[in-house]
């Protein structure tokens, strides 16, 4: 996981929290991309097609256990169907939910 912040933790803080943008590195080294809804490992740079904005229910850092959604350019989020990835879907359902 490749994090950079939109606004930035308080110095000495190293903390993610919503609306800050991050980039997910396969095994591969090539960073998820979106393309067509579909969701692939095929970036070599960090570019607004790699870039995933974190979302919660809540305001506050992201902390263990809490549940985060990813949201791509498309304004659809990151979903795991039936062992299928994609980013075909704007809402918040379960499909879309990350621990």
Do not use: C, M
């Amino acid at each position: 996981l490749v994090a950079t912040s939109t606004v930035g933790p308080p110095a000495g803080e190293n903390y993610l929290r919503p609306g800050d943008v991050v980039y997910l590195r396969a095994h591969t080294g090539k960073l998820l991309s979106v393309h067509d809804g579909g969701v692939r490992a095929d970036g070599s740079g960090r570019g607004a097609w790699q870039a995933w904005v974190i979302e919660k229910d809540d305001e506050g850092e992201v902390l263990a256990g809490d549940t985060i959604y990813l949201r791509a350019h498309t304004s659809n989020r990151l979903t795991v169907q039936d062992g299928d990835v994609h980013a075909e879907w704007a809402h918040r359902g379960s499909w879309q939910r990350f621990v």
